[in-house]
């Protein structure tokens, strides 16, 4: 088996862009097949390339999950880091920015965002709780934005911040499952998503 | 196998109770080990009776979804119907009524509504899509809904009603993902949801 580990050399100009390929190549078949019933065979069957120069790159397939889920996650957090280094914004429109970028991220990626949801579970315990703390860093973010804008006299005094933050997170997530190329405008739908929730945490004013 | 295939007497006192029994037994079988990976034998196993009882009852593990999904279905269904028909109130007064029935509906079946979502896409094509069809039914009630509180001028005349609807239904389905017991209450949540989305459709006044 070890002989027949070697991946083509022509697919693997960058190890990130190798990590791309293998990873989208990851989401199609879960997505298709369901996490259950894929197999790594299936993964290389989408690469075109043979199943031993997988096994170079991951032992099984769960760590074509987990790394498919880390990899979502560095992507989210960079929209997280950009939006937080914006200037001159107050709490909401920071929030509103942020939820847009969410949305479009989403969008743009359905296949990864649909496995996200779907599949999260099927990690072991521990890899599942380095994903769940990965996503608790953007939930304490939006609670801490949401808090701020309360505390400045932008956003509803008496609403709780946890759920609120939760509302706003199914608004984002949820496009995933009902989000449609040709019948949906990408940034009509964001920009709806954005405004539908931030009004949710404004309330009466 | 025909001749073992009848229930145990004492555990079907009434058709609708053993159906209520079966399907909430499959509901917890499917969520724990996941559909793909369970079994008929499995459920079987979960109600303590033999599997050729089951076999009276269904044919196949799909079924068993199909059944858990439509019961769901009619359940919902009557939670509409109830407040389609309570009297005196304005669109948007029904609209919250129907969102907190509906995330308290949610919070009292989360397994059989994690099913749901997990696993729609394991039905055949003609099954889904007559599931697909009874969801329609909630969309274009609250999408009419929102119209209707546009035109009474309640609402945002702006906001786009199809893309408002998914945000709420949004709202009311993800409680299934974060809602603890113990940890949230029931009535909070319910409130507080059914408070967010109605403040996305009010928009600016």
Known sequence: ?????????SRVATPKKRDREVLDAAARVFYQRGYSDASVQ???DELGILKG??????????????????????????????????EGLDPLERLEIYIRKQVEYNIDNLLRVSVYYHDLERLTEERRKQI?????????????LIKEAQAQGLADPDLDPKIAARCIFA???????????????????????????????????
């Open 171 to 205: 608004t984002i997530i949820w496009t995933y499952r009902w989000f449609k190329k040709g019948r949906d405008g990408r940034e009509k739908v964001a920009s709806t998503c954005a405004a539908f929730a931030l009004r949710g945490v404004i309330g009466k004013q």
């Open 53 to 86: 120069s997988l096994y170079h790159y991951i032992k099984t397939k769960e760590d074509l999950l987990f790394r498919l889920l880390l990899e979502t996650h560095d992507e989210i957090y960079e929209i997280l880091e950009e939006v937080a280094a914006l």
């Open 42 to 44: 299936d993964v290389a």
């Open 132 to 144: 769940v703390a990965r996503r608790r860093e953007h939930e304490q973010w939006v609670i801490a």
């Open 1 to 9: 088996m070890a002989r027949t580990t070697k991946a083509a050399p």
